[in-house]
């Protein structure tokens, strides 16, 4: 049967459902917390390669980190859009996007932000020092255009207008005071008394000055082409003349670099034998290793422990999934589900039920010699017979376990690594990691009068076990220090520290 059967009613429909979509798309916005936007932005910036701590405080100078305003529409602010305040006049970007998916609205903040270090390295506006983006402090008129290259966001004339600070001051501000950190100014008697200094001045980097993070890249990682852009561009020398143009997505595999040029950090990528040359770090995304092949999880391309984390993958250690989350911290059952399958690898478990053949051999000379009367022996049988029948003693927390955990928990259990009150849930700290692995090795005799506390000295107030624990991992290479002198018994340990730990014990012959 038709519904309609004519066109209006079907209209009034089609009316009504985009005005419903339209209005639960605009007003079902949340922000994120703070937290969470970080986090983001810095994967934004990690791909890009500006530092970090730079788009965060752009955030929270522009937005005070709110993407969307209290009634869930987008924050607008005359033409600015979203978290970084995107102003979308020249029609750049996608206005939709940009109103409701906040990491296509960092992405553009990274974008523009690249675009003002563009202008000051091409000397579009001024310029500091050799250029280098991992010096925080040759940000500083990239970070003035990012507000606009206006003079009133000249320090000298600041006092005069309507603003208290310079919009790069709020910036340096927002990181002294809410990150920790310390940018210092440029030398301001090089900038004119009012107005915009000359686009051709170039200002010495500050002598103090700090690291911006940038990860680089090494030769023989795969890569592949990564931004807004829709066509990237590959030129026969660092900053030199363009030769071929790349789709989005087209991987590669870093042949030399990285070059610092005119602001940039390029490299030589190997596309095939007909396409190959030099491009811009920013705009390549690494995604494995010549060693490793194609990265197995999406958030380990900028870990220190990528490589350690893949070694696992290549020896079934860890499986294939979505993301390893790295700097996680990792509970009691992950760690064990770790070593469990760590030992099942080395082969622990069978170098522990299979003794020496000539020791194999003794009980059961012991047993030829000892067997007992008949009558007795049936008896002692049938008290075996029914021990043999009960289960194993259970850890008392077994109903904390997660199904696909249990079985690992309780291989590290009956191995003796573990006890019964072990509360799987519970995050591990790097001491009781220590008290868990120590258990599989022993002191060498070199080290027996070593004593520990003078290496770390954070691990007094430990108890005795503990501190052996410690020494255990330390002399047989299996655990360090998280700095000079300090172990950091207390602190939880990270997946990826787990990780590293399982890689040493996985080279172990037991």
């Given at each position: 049967m038709k519904i309609f059967n004519t066109g209006t009613p079907k209209i009034i429909l089609i009316i009504f459902i985009l005005v419903f979509v339209i209005n639960t798309f605009a007003y079902a916005g949340v922000n994120p917390t703070r937290e969470e936007l970080e986090d983001m932005i810095e994967r934004v910036a990690q791909k890009r390669a500006v530092p970090s701590i730079l788009l965060k405080a752009i955030a929270r100078v522009e937005s005070c980190y709110e993407h969307y305003k209290k009634d869930g529409s987008p924050k607008i602010t005359g033409t600015s859009i979203g978290l970084m305040q995107i102003n979308n006049r020249s029609g750049g970007y996608d206005t939709e996007r940009l109103k409701y998916d906040i990491m296509y609205n960092i992405e553009a903040g990274a974008d523009v932000l690249l675009s003002k270090w563009n202008m000051s390295s091409s000397k579009k506006v001024s310029s500091v020092g050799n250029m280098d983006p991992n010096i925080l402090e040759n940000w500083y008129f990239a970070l003035w255009a990012y507000n606009g290259w206006v003079g009133s966001n000249n320090?000298?004339?600041?006092?005069?207008?309507?603003?208290?600070?310079?919009?790069?001051?709020?910036?340096?501000?927002?990181?002294?005071?809410?990150?920790?950190?310390?940018?210092?100014?440029?030398?301001?008697?090089?900038?004119?008394?009012?107005?915009?200094?000359?686009?051709?001045?170039?200002?010495?980097?500050?002598?103090?000055?700090?690291?911006?993070?940038?990860?680089?890249?090494?030769?023989?990682?795969?890569?592949?082409?990564?931004?807004?852009?829709?066509?990237?561009?590959?030129?026969?020398?660092?900053?030199?003349?363009?030769?071929?143009?790349?789709?989005?997505?087209?991987?590669?595999?870093?042949?030399?670099?990285?070059?610092?040029?005119?602001?940039?950090?390029?490299?030589?990528?190997?596309?095939?034998?007909?396409?190959?040359?030099?491009?811009?770090?920013?705009?390549?995304?690494?995604?494995?290793?010549?060693?490793h092949g194609i990265y197995a999880f999406e958030d380990i391309s900028f870990h220190w422990a990528r490589k350690i984390i893949m070694d696992l993958f290549g020896k079934g250690i860890v499986g294939e999934a979505e993301y390893f989350n790295p700097?996680?911290?990792?509970?009691?059952?992950?760690?064990?589900?770790?070593?469990?399958?760590?030992?099942?690898?080395?082969?622990?478990?069978?170098?522990?039920?299979?003794?020496?053949?000539?020791?194999a051999m003794e009980p059961e000379k012991e047993a030829e010699e000892s067997t007992p009367e008949p009558e007795e022996t049936a008896s002692e049988l049938e008290e075996a017979s029914t021990e043999s029948e009960e289960s194993p003693a259970l850890l008392k927390n077994i109903e904390d376990i997660n199904p696909w955990a249990l079985e690992y928990v309780e291989d590290v259990y009956e191995l003796g690594l573990v006890d019964d009150t072990i509360n799987p849930p519970e995050n591990l700290t790097r001491k009781e990691a220590g008290v868990i692995i120590a258990k599989l090795f022993e002191i060498s005799e070199e080290f027996s009068s070593l004593d520990v506390k003078t290496l770390f000295t954070d691990i007094d107030n430990l108890n005795e076990e503990e501190i052996n624990a410690i020494k255990t991992v330390y002399t047989n290479g299996i655990m360090s220090g998280k700095g000079s002198g300090i172990f950091s018994p207390d602190s939880f340990l990270t997946r990826a520290e787990a990780a590293a730990i399982m890689a040493k014990i996985s080279d172990i012959s037991f």
């Open positions: 320090p000298h004339t600041v006092s005069s207008s309507a603003k208290k600070h310079t919009y790069q001051q709020l910036i340096y501000d927002v990181i002294e005071k809410e990150y920790g950190g310390k940018i210092h100014n440029i030398d301001f008697s090089y900038l004119p008394a009012t107005g915009k200094p000359s686009r051709s001045l170039t200002v010495p980097t500050p002598e103090y000055n700090h690291t911006g993070g940038i990860v680089f890249y090494e030769k023989g990682d795969y890569v592949k082409t990564d931004g807004l852009r829709d066509k990237f561009y590959v030129r026969d020398a660092p900053a030199g003349n363009y030769v071929h143009g790349l789709s989005p997505n087209q991987l590669g595999l870093i042949d030399e670099g990285p070059v610092l040029q005119n602001g940039y950090y390029w490299y030589k990528v190997y596309i095939d034998e007909n396409t190959q040359g030099w491009i811009e770090r920013n705009f390549l995304l690494r995604t494995g290793d010549i060693e700097d996680n911290y990792i509970t009691k059952e992950e760690f064990c589900i770790l070593l469990s399958k760590t030992l099942d690898y080395t082969g622990y478990d069978e170098a522990i039920e299979s003794p020496d053949e000539e020791e």
